[in-house]
């Protein structure tokens, strides 16, 4: 009879120094640094796009156009408001020395992660934790 498939994580769990070298804190800092200044450009692009597609006048199917293109504007500039917050307080929590370390357990994130997305406050496992909870109504 053959043996039933080993269950793997979905991600390995990161076995690499649980402390950040300063290469890769710099190398972190600068996508973080990157990545806000291009949110930045595409925020400030999106509320222009924005203002111009609400002066345009037409008839019943521009209009509804227009709010089609005005509704999914607004949900893309939401979602890179939301990121710039992150990517800010990624980069306040450099400066206080306390970045990489998850923000539920307080053990460190991981390198892989981070590389990944470095303004992650959870460590892969706590966030699982999160979204399962949420998934399941919180336990209630």
Known sequence: MPKPPVRRPAVEPDVEL???T???LAELRQALEERRASLVA???ERQHAERDISREVGD???EANAEGATSLTSKLLERDVRVLAE???AL???REGTYGMCEGT???IGYRRLKLRPWARYSVAYQEQIEREERTGGGS
Do not use: S
Request: no cysteine; aromatic share 0%.
């Open 42 to 44: 595409m925020i400030d």
């Open 92 to 94: 306040a929590k450099m």
């Open 87 to 89: 990517i800010d307080r």
């Open 22 to 24: 300063p290469e890769q």
């Open 18 to 20: 649980p402390e950040l």
């Open 60 to 62: 019943e199917m521009d």
């Open 106 to 108: 307080g053990e460190p």
